[in-house]
């Protein structure tokens, strides 16, 4: 074990984050520690370097390569710490929720992005108190205002928590099925035009389960999930999608079935609509 006493006195040290070289966060300052040379750390070289006066709140930051997000003390903007130049590399950091404070609320946690999605942007999900997210979207780096874009998303219940698995993003989602309140882990999918929905070929079915639009194989043989209801939306209103035609609103029963056919043929999409806005 390595001890030193590092920063003020009335500091906490709240998280330790591998972004290239060593980071160390605290409640009154960030410090980082060079190891991006490979060099092995001992009681020698250990000697954190503070770089940023602004704190970080106890949520816990995620790493994203060469650069890490965290929530600042105050608890309510975002911030990235970033590796800044070209021949000399320095630590900066730039606060990436200035002109959108109002879509961060109180946030509870973080989720990194999906370093593998086979999609062109990335995103970091805060969820918020309110069960609400604020998607941040960006390309290359964080770094860059112009890269980057801060969209609210909401759901019919409340988010909980957002993880990147196997290249896509998996939610854990609080929704009101038949009065009650039911616990979801549903994943997103940029292909699926409903929200909290099924795919399948048959009415409420869902077929083959897919990581980053293939089938997921176990030993060779396709999984696939059978759901022939529309549990999770009973006593709501779903719409059905297939092939650029929508059809509903449809009334789902207390079983889960749909209370009339979509009349779709092939491959269709079945859950509750949603709005996308544009201001």
Request: glycine share 10%; with cysteine; net charge negative.
């Amino acid at each position: 074990a390595i001890a030193r006493e590092v920063g003020d006195p009335s500091e906490r040290l709240h998280h330790v984050i591998e972004a290239g070289d060593l980071l160390l966060l605290s409640s009154n300052g960030l410090y980082n520690v060079p190891i991006r040379d490979n060099t092995p750390l001992t009681p020698v070289n250990f000697n954190p370097v503070l770089f940023d006066k602004r704190g970080c709140s106890p949520i816990k930051p995620v790493s994203l390569g060469h650069s890490a997000v965290f929530v600042e003390k105050n608890g309510e903007n975002l911030a990235v710490a970033y590796m800044d130049g070209n021949i000399y590399l320095k630590w900066s950091v730039r606060q990436i929720t200035e002109m959108h404070n109002q879509l961060v609320k109180t946030p509870v946690a973080l989720c990194a992005a999906a370093m593998d999605s086979p999609l062109p942007e990335r995103y970091v999900f805060v969820v918020n108190t309110d069960g609400t997210l604020a998607a941040i979207s960006y390309f290359s780096s964080l770094a860059d205002p112009s890269n980057v874009g801060i969209v609210p998303w909401d759901t019919d219940g409340q988010f909980i928590w957002v993880s990147p698995v196997f290249g896509t993003y998996w939610a854990i989602i609080d929704r009101s099925v038949g009065g009650v309140t039911t616990r979801m882990i549903e994943s997103f999918e940029p292909g699926v035009m409903v929200d909290s929905g099924t795919v399948g070929t048959s009415d409420g079915v869902v077929s083959a389960v897919s990581v980053n639009g293939e089938a997921l194989t176990v030993n060779g043989t396709t999984l696939t999930l059978t759901a022939g209801t529309l549990a999770q939306a009973a006593g709501e209103s779903v719409w059905a999608y297939a092939g650029g035609f929508v059809v509903g609103p449809i009334t789902v029963a207390s079983d889960g079935s749909l209370s009339e056919p979509t009349g779709l043929s092939g491959e269709r999409q079945i859950g509750r609509n949603f709005e996308a806005v544009l201001k």
